[in-house]
């Protein structure tokens, strides 16, 4: 079994009506199931260029099985 792991750092837009066509689309990219990915928004709390609304961050982790 693979997953992937997504982190949207960013103060805006909300992702929360987004993250279950975020999952599908990502899931549908990779070849997997949507139950298979998981997508997270989070915001900087001010700090950064990310945290004044000027940038997005994503950081992603995946684990790939070879058969």
Known sequence: MANVDVVVIAQRP???P???AMRANLARALGIDARQVSVK???NE???STGTGDAI???AVAL???L
């Open 46 to 48: 001010g700090v950064d």
């Open 14 to 16: 909300k992702l929360s």
């Open 64 to 66: 790939i099985t070879v």
């Open 57 to 59: 961050a994503v950081h």
């Open 18 to 20: 987004h993250v279950d």
């Open 41 to 43: 928004g989070k915001t």
